[in-house]
């Protein structure tokens, strides 16, 4: 939840119980959590927005290494 979105298509959870209810609301919606998760995985973690990210990072720490 404090680096990506949460809801339909990530799931956050800290007890099994709540494990197990966010395995219920995946079932019960399988397509719907299914386009969720492939929004923000396209979102969040494309290779575009992550590996400049991380070229940016490379470069930032060779440029003052």
Do not use: K, N, Q, W
Request: proline share 2%.
């Amino acid at each position: 939840g404090a680096h990506l979105p949460t809801g339909d298509g990530l799931l956050s959870f800290s007890t099994l119980e709540e494990a197990v209810e966010a395995v219920e609301r995946v079932r019960s919606d399988r397509g719907r959590h299914a386009r969720a998760a492939r929004e923000i995985a396209e979102e969040h973690l494309g290779a575009e927005r992550v590996l400049s990210r991380l070229v940016e990072e490379i470069g930032a720490v060779r440029a003052h290494g």
